[in-house]
């Protein structure tokens, strides 16, 4: 464990409170275990507590939960039973809410005391709700029972370009191999502005888009359905706090409005990217959809498993320029089920740590120039390539732009065909625990007619 965030000094608020600053401190920790049964796989023991938003079934209303193991505790039905007894959050009518927007407008106070309210909660030495029968049965789901929707109302939603390999590589492709990297890339973490409307919950399948893509010889351009449908391994950034319009965020102050992570595909069609981009940017080739995992990993969560961010050189500009420069080691997977097969194949292996520019340098620049962040925005890290091969972080680069192809067993693939399921998973190992973020979950289907 390189960095300790500190632990805010509360004033002792009831119940849950009195023990909480002497055992359940800091970050994670082996010791700690709930009185809930967490299976030594489990993405979700105690030192996780991830939060997201649910339906317990399909007729009732959303709210907030946090999952615990295979269950998820229902935040609505704790808050309702008094069970928030902090200074900030008692009485709050936070988690009475269809997402988690008002809770991530509070802030990092806000967030580390249901943290420590929810870890003691949840204790197996903590009788409040393991010993209280009819609140543990209207607050606890099965979560193979409940619908996961999207936690946040997301206003808006920026990608970053922060993996060199993946920016090489694409670059070597796209614009050929002088110079793959563009000048500006090692001075700013390069962003295009994403559309906010079409980013959908795991599991939620992708219609394969329509689109132009380049003309051959003197023919009009292609119209269709996209031929080089792509996944991109992703995480994003979910802004707390934010800004005012014309005060930027200082670098150093960023991680206070980044209340977590979690896994993101951001699906590319390459054919209406590569004809459509020059000079603005993505567009349709990129706003079809877009898929996050439904649990918010916290950086609290993630503390434990931060790491020293890479050197960068030429050294960033001072605003840029971080006292603590932090990566996760946050190791990614992505799997392919190929359409009418019943398994499903690891096509690359990754990790967060490979990241050039750090969630908080990223979220310091979007600000620079005055831009407010609001809270729920969404800024994701670009595609995490690692240097080898096995670890790229698309199809595009997986397969060169298709003149390659991927194995499959049994079948092989260049781009993605109607019926292939992308899964990404990301976790998180701990001594003796994992914190993980479950899995980010598209099943492409055609497009229309
Ligand atoms: O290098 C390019 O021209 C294009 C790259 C991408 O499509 C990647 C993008 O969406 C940003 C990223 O995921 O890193
Ligand atoms: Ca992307
Ligand atoms: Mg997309």
Redesign the pocket.
Known sequence: MLYHFSFPHYSLPPRLYHTVRRSFGNSASMALKSFIDVGPDSHFPIQNLPFGVFRPDSGSPARPGVAIGDHVLDLSAVASAGLFGGPILAGSDCFHQPNLNKFLALGRPAWREARTTLQKMLSSTEPVLRDNAELKKKSLFPMDKVEMVLPIAIGDYT?????MH??KN??TM??GPQDPIPQNWFHLPI??HGRASSIVISGTNIIRPRGQGYPSGNSPPYFGPSLKLDF?L?MAAVVGPGNELGKPIDVNNAADHIFGLVLMN?W?ARDI?AWE?VPLG?FL??SFGTTVSPWIVTLEALEAFACKAPEQEPKPLPYLAEKVSKNYDISLEVQIKPAGQKDSCIVTKSNFKNLYWTVTQQLAHHTINGCNLRPGDLL????ISGPEPESR??L?ELTWNGQNSLSLKGTSRKFLEDGDEVTITGLCKGDGYTVGFGACSGKVVPAPQ
Do not use: I, M, V
């Open positions: 990608d970053f370009f922060s993996s993946h920016a694409c670059g796209f614009r962003a295009y991109e992703e951001d590319s990217q981009y993505p080739g990129k994701g890290t670009g595609t972080g698309c595009l």
